[in-house]
């Protein structure tokens, strides 16, 4: 559920930017159109048309969506929209996983010599992240002997590890949808070319030049989020990766303690 509302909370955040910047759009828009209709001097006539002014990014990112058509480019920017609130929620939920495990280990370790197995179990139990999870599922079997927390602490790492990866499959299914929408919009793109070449009876560039210029704005379009979610997909895969590496060297730590413990 935590996760759920996460997702959602990021989801509107990008939605109410987005309204943002089209209410920005539409400022800037009417505010040249009324520049536009108040007369120019004769003189600075030629000024005026010498020095085309500057279209902003996002307003001309804007005029490539229109004419990109608005069915194929919509879909693009959901699936951007959508991989990346997952990908957004996945960094956050991972980044708050992440703790300091030397000092995880000390505190257990003290608090093994100090109270016994319950106390260690309340240092994991209050503290949060997949490392500590791990710890309190392997202490909970200590009576049971260490060949059997060491099994239940690789059983349960394999259960983090899964949990770290979910909505992962999400986002690589996004990553190959994007680019594929762009595709097919190429396609139709050059459908409607030909189209206009065999209604008009000619080739000329103008004939086919709408049609080419759809084909090749959704392309980019899916390209471009493709390669975006791609390298939010990648760092997620090695925040999984770093945070994989110490639960597997905190385990075998673990182990080593309760050891010592035992020994003792």
């Given at each position: 559920?935590?996760?759920?509302?996460?997702f959602l909370a990021v989801a509107g955040i990008?939605?109410?930017?987005?309204?943002?910047?089209?209410a920005q759009d539409e400022t800037a828009t009417s505010t040249e159109a009324t520049e536009a209709v108040a007369p120019a001097p004769a003189n600075d006539l030629a000024a005026l048309t010498a020095a085309a002014p500057e279209v902003p990014l996002h307003q001309a990112l804007k005029t490539k969506f229109i004419e990109g058509g608005a069915g194929f480019m919509s879909l693009i920017i959901i699936c951007l929209i959508i991989g990346?609130?997952?990908?957004?929620?996945?960094?956050?939920?991972?980044?708050?996983?992440?703790?300091?495990?030397?000092?995880?280990?000390?505190?257990?370790?003290?608090?093994?010599?100090?109270?016994?197995?319950?106390?260690?179990?309340?240092?994991c139990r209050n503290t949060r992240?997949?490392?500590?999870?791990?710890?309190?599922?392997?202490?909970?079997?200590?009576?049971?002997?260490?060949?059997v927390v060491e099994k239940s602490i690789v059983s349960y790492g394999s259960v983090q590890m899964s949990k770290m990866e979910s909505g992962l499959s999400w986002i690589s299914l996004f990553i190959a949808i994007a680019p594929s929408l762009g595709f097919?919009?190429?396609?139709?793109?050059m459908i409607q070319a030909f189209d206009a070449i065999q209604a008009a009876g000619d080739i000329s560039p103008n004939v086919v030049a709408g049609g080419m210029k759809v084909a090749l704005i959704t392309t980019v379009g899916g390209l471009i989020v493709a390669m975006i979610l791609q390298v939010f997909y990648n760092y997620i895969l090695a925040k999984i990766d770093t945070l994989s590496i110490d639960m597997e060297n905190s385990s075998i730590e673990l182990i080593d303690v309760l050891s010592d413990y035992k020994a003792k």
């Amino acid at each position: 559920m935590k996760k759920f509302f996460m997702f959602l909370a990021v989801a509107g955040i990008m939605a109410v930017s987005a309204n943002y910047a089209s209410a920005q759009d539409e400022t800037a828009t009417s505010t040249e159109a009324t520049e536009a209709v108040a007369p120019a001097p004769a003189n600075d006539l030629a000024a005026l048309t010498a020095a085309a002014p500057e279209v902003p990014l996002h307003q001309a990112l804007k005029t490539k969506f229109i004419e990109g058509g608005a069915g194929f480019m919509s879909l693009i920017i959901i699936c951007l929209i959508i991989g990346l609130a997952l990908s957004i929620e996945r960094i956050l939920t991972l980044s708050f996983q992440k703790v300091n495990t030397k000092k995880l280990i000390l505190a257990v370790e003290d608090a093994l010599k100090n109270g016994g197995i319950d106390a260690a179990k309340d240092v994991c139990r209050n503290t949060r992240g997949p490392v500590a999870d791990i710890f309190y599922q392997g202490l909970l079997r200590y009576d049971q002997g260490l060949d059997v927390v060491e099994k239940s602490i690789v059983s349960y790492g394999s259960v983090q590890m899964s949990k770290m990866e979910s909505g992962l499959s999400w986002i690589s299914l996004f990553i190959a949808i994007a680019p594929s929408l762009g595709f097919l919009g190429t396609v139709i793109g050059m459908i409607q070319a030909f189209d206009a070449i065999q209604a008009a009876g000619d080739i000329s560039p103008n004939v086919v030049a709408g049609g080419m210029k759809v084909a090749l704005i959704t392309t980019v379009g899916g390209l471009i989020v493709a390669m975006i979610l791609q390298v939010f997909y990648n760092y997620i895969l090695a925040k999984i990766d770093t945070l994989s590496i110490d639960m597997e060297n905190s385990s075998i730590e673990l182990i080593d303690v309760l050891s010592d413990y035992k020994a003792k």
